[in-house]
């Protein structure tokens, strides 16, 4: 079966897996837009192993998906840097129909603490971030209390612990943050298997737009 994502190669940042939906009536109008950020085990070279898990899987799958989705992957021994994330969403807004007031971001372990770590660093990129059993620092979680935040974790996760999670949330509620916290009771670490399989979670992504002012 023919891939339904494009491998872009990217001199300045990162190589990602590209989608673009095939939407004839979407021609010409901004799409919203997923960033999706793997975990460690699908780092290296290949962008095919990205397909592994997650928003990257899913799109594989679900070929009508209704976001551009960008899906990159960091080389093997590194960790996620934000800097080069944002090169690459730059790059990216220059080069397609992405609305920039319906940017998404969502990662897995690895990418859960990517996801953390970006969105407290430039909260004003983003609608609404999805970040999967992973953690953060939560003397950071003043920046995020404009920015809806879903976070999902395993009870049984023994890789990251829930705790991890817990700590941001707590320290979200105690800034007034927009925070919602779903604990999965019987999963362990795989608990991005259902958070990226639950309509809910892309319908939630589409109710929020991007609350910062531009400029």
Not at 56 to 71: L, M, N
Not at 75 to 89: A, D, E, M, Y
Not at 131 to 150: D, F, I, M, Y
Request: glycine share 8%.
């Amino acid at each position: 079966m023919d891939s339904t994502q494009q491998q872009v190669i990217s001199h300045h940042s990162y190589n990602y897996l590209l989608f673009l939906p095939k939407n004839d009536a979407a021609k010409g109008q901004l799409l919203p837009t997923i960033v999706f950020l793997h975990g460690s085990g699908e780092r290296g070279s290949n962008l095919d192993d990205v397909k592994r898990h997650g928003i990257a899987k899913v799109v594989e799958e679900q070929p009508d998906f209704p976001f551009i989705t960008i899906s990159p992957q960091c080389p093997r021994g590194q960790f996620w840097l934000v800097n080069k994330l944002s090169i690459l969403l730059d790059e990216a807004l220059a080069a397609y129909p992405i609305d920039s007031d319906r940017i998404y971001l969502t990662g897995l372990s690895m990418g859960g603490y990517g996801t953390w770590r970006w969105s407290a660093a430039e909260p004003q990129k983003f609608a609404a971030i999805a970040p999967v059993c992973g953690g953060g620092e939560p003397h950071n979680a003043r920046n995020l209390k404009n920015l809806p935040v879903w976070a999902f974790h395993g009870e049984q996760d023994d890789i990251v612990p829930l705790s991890e999670s817990e700590e941001m949330v707590a320290a979200l509620k105690a800034c007034g943050g927009n925070i919602k916290f779903t604990v999965y009771p019987e999963a362990d670490h795989d608990s991005w298997t259902q958070t990226y399989n639950n309509p809910q979670l892309y319908e939630w992504f589409l109710q929020h737009q991007r609350q910062y002012s531009r400029g």
